[in-house]
């Protein structure tokens, strides 16, 4: 497998105002991995993985320092064209976000906007390989043009992976993608961020020590805006360097 | 160092009653271990009644552990130090188990006791069996204190146990090529001192568990 860098995050630091959210992050993404982010809640994992497709842009007393870069290239250039930033790096929220259209609008929406897609042929095509790759396409092939919120919440969580993977991003960042689901939608979910790894580069930010473990092969873990530790999930989940870590871990963090 | 107390205090409690179901067990095995060696050296026949019982405690520590291990990881899926203290508490109950059956066999061997016997036989296999009691003793010190630094003693021991069941074999052979007044007791004492050196290497393999649980990595020479 590869172990190539695919995003280096170098001395990065995030203010929202007066606060600082993130201090001195600095930490190598791998091709072809999944990377899981853990920490408590405001630790900062989310809004580090906004800042690799620049969602924190959108917020304007935001402010980053240091850079991002993917493939080697500073994403916070300005000259970088954020929309194309965004079309390559995907990302898939903790809760399942269709829009209010048919599961078929639902997938061709990206690839038509992009202008990946121009014939009616194109699209089906996509919206079938997008569909079939997010593990979705037979549950669904006999009732494209249904809305996406019809579908269950596993199922509406792997609509939006297939938009997602619709425009061929390289990168997908997943913010808790299975929280709001059962036991079996998540493991079908895993399942898939499994087959996923091996054509994209796969960040995941998760509450669930144990998802961690089945799906990453890296883990960071962040505390109060600082990453504490980085390393191997098997190490970080077996014996980790610091003690934080191990507290946290271990459910000893109080 | 690591915070001891979890936020699920009945997780703690667990792992906590488990390392004590260790520690107890160890203590039988212990008692077991001299028992089986009084029986041996000093003819004591209460000890050969007291050994069974302990053995059949000792088997119900192991079932007993096992329960709180198969818990433990369904209920708390333990993760880091927890899983290491839950998978060694899994290999030390089984290795103590062993050498409880060993001492338990090594006594069974002497029934009947013979009536007189050269305690020049019996010398050598005295110091062996000595060792392994403090080589098993050193262990569950390094248990209780999670001592990498005993846990590494305790390894080492195990070269001078091995030392001296080869030593005790031979001194055997040689006392029964001239005595074979005690040959068939004799050919027993020899399985005697082969279990005591298996035993020695049951107690090393606790104390590499113990430098595992400590540590995080195996322990290298």
């Known amino acids: 497998m590869s172990t190539s860098v695919k995003i280096s995050a170098n001395h990065l630091n995030v203010f929202y105002g007066q606060k600082q959210a993130l201090f001195d992050i600095s930490l190598d993404i791998n091709q072809n991995e999944v990377t899981a982010l853990i920490g408590p809640s405001g630790c900062g994992k989310s809004t580090f993985i906004r800042c690799i497709n620049r969602m924190n842009d959108v917020i304007d007393i935001c402010k980053v320092e240091g850079e991002i870069a993917i493939d080697g290239k500073n994403i916070y250039d300005p000259k970088v064209d954020v929309v194309s930033l965004r079309e390559k790096v995907g990302m898939v929220f903790q809760k399942p976000n269709p829009f209010p259209k048919s599961i078929y609008e639902n997938v061709c929406y990206g690839p038509k906007i992009h202008g990946i897609a121009q014939s009616k042929d194109e699209l089906d095509t996509i919206v079938e390989s997008s569909l079939k790759r997010a593990a979705l396409w037979n549950e669904v092939k006999d009732r494209l043009q249904e809305p996406g919120t019809s579908l269950s919440g596993g199922q509406q969580q792997r609509l939006c992976i297939a938009r997602a993977i619709s425009v061929n991003p390289e990168v997908i960042l997943m913010d808790e993608p299975c929280s709001a689901l059962d036991p079996v939608a998540t493991a079908k979910i895993e399942e898939l961020i499994d087959e996923l790894k091996k054509t994209f580069t796969i960040v995941i930010v998760t509450h669930s020590m144990s998802q961690a473990v089945r799906v990453s092969q890296k883990t960071g873990f962040f505390h109060l805006g600082k990453l504490i530790e980085v390393g191997s999930t098997e190490k970080i989940f077996k014996n980790p360097t610091n003690n934080m870590t191990q507290d946290y871990i271990t459910g000893r963090f109080g | 160092m690591t915070n001891d107390t979890h936020i699920v205090k009945s997780y703690g409690e667990e792992l906590q009653f488990l390392n004590d179901s260790v520690i107890q067990m160890g203590s039988l095995t212990e008692s077991l271990l001299a028992d089986s060696m009084n029986a041996i050296t000093i003819l004591d026949k209460e000890a050969v009644s007291r050994i069974i019982q302990s053995d059949k405690k000792i088997n119900e520590y192991r079932a007993k552990i096992d329960t709180q291990i198969m818990t433990l ?14 998978i060694t508490a899994l290999r030390i109950s089984q290795d103590l ?50 001592s990498k630094d005993l846990s590494v003693e305790v390894i080492k021991l195990d070269t001078s146990v091995n030392e001296l069941a080869y030593l005790s074999i031979k001194e055997m052979l040689s006392f029964l090529s001239k005595d074979t007044k005690n040959l068939e007791y004799a050919t027993n004492l020899l399985f005697v001192a082969k279990n005591l050196e298996r035993a020695g290497d049951h107690i090393r393999r606790i104390a590499e568990n113990i430098y595992f649980l400590v540590e995080g990595d195996y322990y290298k020479k």
């Open chain 2, 73 to 86: 990881l369904v209920k708390r899926a333990p993760m880091a130090i927890d899983l290491r203290i839950t």
């Open chain 2, 97 to 146: 188990e062993r050498i409880g059956d060993l001492a338990k066999g090594n006594a069974k061997k002497m029934l009947p006791l013979p009536q007189d016997l050269s305690q020049e036989l019996l010398k050598s296999l005295k110091r062996l069996g000595a060792i392994v009691e403090s080589q098993l003793n050193k262990s569950l010190d390094a248990y209780i204190k999670k």
